[in-house]
């Protein structure tokens, strides 16, 4: 037989595929026909040079084999994917895509787990002197003038019957963010006047009357909104009272770990952290009572401080510690020119007259 015709005879299976390839066979086959790749395209040009009469087993299938191993090589073809970690993203998309939407309750848990981190159980070491710095602060607040004193949200309700009481802890602790405690007070003393201290009342008032009515707190439009939420959700799941645990507190939309905190001390009398708001991360810092993790900087959060303060500051004092630190940081160590000349710590204070002396310019040029 002529050699050309053994040649065409030879070369015809490696042309035209077997009709039982696999998928996979087919896929890569394609894919070295794209002829887009430049790795490739080497690869086909080395396999038509190596083709060997003499081994006429070397068949399609030999060569699929061998492109395959280059790809693999080059990252050009995707291995096995068994057992594969999807990445940060994928992940972050299943979480919020892959709940269905009637499974509220997974996805309040998830929203929860994102809104606080438990504390350490590991302790620290207690600052020095912490025990005479917090009996000074206790001598300096026995006046009992700060608003915090009569106008804090341990005020809220203290009239009405327990269930009420805690509502309005609930409602007045929402209201207190970014609001000073007598705009709150105010707040709460409408609300109670118009019969609006009890959720069923809460929510057959329309949204923009209950914002009219809170106003002049920070954010009351969007407080509204919430409070409005939560009286609903206290109706429908928990019989016209407030949750009674820290993770159905911080469930509710415009709760944080603050007032989460804030509610299970007062409402509840069950303690489970201490809410540090801005006087208490304030003050802790300029005391040097707490730390970020495994730094000796100044915690940059309440919950940095929150998670600091609870691994030295005793149990019986995480209820007592804001009420204490709020008042004192309203009427002495204030956020701009702490009065530290007329502070009973001064000399146990590493920031003491640090602040006091040098007032900010921009306010200074603001008062004149
Ligand atoms: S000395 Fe000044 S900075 Fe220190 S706690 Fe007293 S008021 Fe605050």
Not at 67 to 87: A, F, H, T
Not at 155 to 184: C, H, N, W, Y
Not at 202 to 226: C, H, M, S, W
Request: charged share 30%; net charge positive; hydrophobic share 35%.
């Amino acid at each position: 037989m002529p050699l050309a015709l053994l040649l065409s005879r030879i070369r015809l299976p490696a042309v035209k595929m077997p009709s039982t390839r696999s998928n996979a066979s087919a896929r890569l086959v394609r894919a070295s026909r794209a002829d887009l790749n430049p790795v490739v395209r080497e690869v086909k040009r080395e396999s038509s040079v190596s083709f060997d009469v003499s081994k006429c087993e070397s068949t399609a299938s030999v060569k699929r084999k061998r492109v395959k191993r280059e790809l693999e090589v080059n990252g050009e073809y995707p291995k096995k994917q068994v057992g594969i970690v999807p990445d940060i993203e994928d992940f972050r998309y299943d979480r919020t895509k892959a709940v269905p939407s009637s499974s509220k309750a997974t996805l309040s848990s998830v929203k929860v787990e994102e809104k606080v981190r438990v504390s350490s159980v590991m302790k620290a070491k207690a600052p020095e002197n912490w025990e005479a710095v917090l009996g000074g602060i206790k001598n300096m607040r026995l006046s009992g003038q700060a608003p915090v004193d009569t106008k804090g949200c341990e005020k809220a309700g203290s009239l009405l019957p327990p269930k009420e009481r805690r509502f309005a802890v609930l409602i007045s602790t929402m209201m207190s963010s970014q609001t000073k405690d007598e705009v709150t007070h105010a707040a709460v003393e409408r609300l109670s006047e118009n019969g609006l201290l009890d959720p069923d009342a809460i929510v057959r008032i329309d949204e923009a009357t209950l914002a009219n009515l809170i106003k002049p707190v920070g954010f009351y439009q969007r407080k509204a909104q919430f409070i409005k939420e939560a009286s609903k959700i206290c109706l429908e799941r928990f019989g016209g009272d407030i949750p009674d645990s820290l993770n159905e507190l911080l469930a509710l939309r415009g709760v944080g770990p603050k007032m989460a905190h804030l509610v299970m001390s007062i409402a509840w009398k069950n303690t489970q952290g201490i809410c540090v708001d801005t006087h208490v991360h304030r003050i802790s810092n300029r005391l040097g009572w707490v730390f970020r993790e495994g730094t000796k900087q100044k915690t940059t959060t309440p919950e940095q401080t929150r998670m600091s303060l609870e691994k030295w500051l005793p149990k019986d004092e995480w209820e007592p510690i804001n009420p204490l630190l709020v008042g004192f940081g309203q009427t002495i160590c204030t956020p701009l020119r702490p009065k530290c000349d007329m502070c009973g710590i001064n000399n146990l204070c590493p920031s003491a007259f640090k602040e006091s002396s040098s007032p900010n310019p921009k306010q200074k040029k603001t008062r004149s």
